[in-house]
Nanobody
Framework: QVQLVESGGGLVQAGGSRKLSCTAS????????MGWFRQDPGKEREIVAS????????YYADSVKGRFSISRDNAKNTVYLQMNSLKPEDTAVYYC???????????????????WGQGTQVTVSS
């Protein structure tokens, strides 16, 4: 498994921006698929965005398309989630995820990922 440490969560006003970071352990980070899920109390955990190892394939949930951007810096073993035009419904705990399997596409299901971070709270006030 991979150790994942998220940072960047906090309180932000609606319409604002926030950037989440996730640093992973492991010398083979460049081969991992990475992603972000989120979960609000009482709701199911949902995929936000994911990116395969080569950055060739990226997936965004419809709810965040055009507002969020996922990127990765393999030299820093870090994946980012830039969140713009935030809405109160974006409030959730955001989890960084990693898959050590090889993917030609960006994985999107909970079962596709084998490592999870501890989560970071993002609260968007109206």
């Amino acid at each position: 498994q991979v150790q994942l440490v998220e940072s960047g969560g906090g309180l932000v006003q609606a319409g604002g921006s926030r950037k989440l970071s996730c640093t992973a352990s492991g010398r083979t980070f460049s081969t991992f698929a990475m992603g972000w899920f989120r979960q609000d109390p009482g709701k199911e955990r949902e995929i936000v965005a994911s990116i395969n190892w080569s950055r060739g394939t990226i997936y965004y949930a419809d709810s965040v398309k055009g507002r969020f951007s996922i990127s990765r810096d393999n030299a820093k073993n870090t994946v980012y989630l830039q969140m713009n035009s935030l809405k109160p419904e974006d409030t959730a705990v955001y989890y960084c995820v990693a898959s050590t399997r090889w993917w030609a596409r960006a994985p999107i299901d909970v079962s596709d990922f084998d490592s999870w971070g501890q989560g970071t709270q993002v609260t968007v006030s109206s």
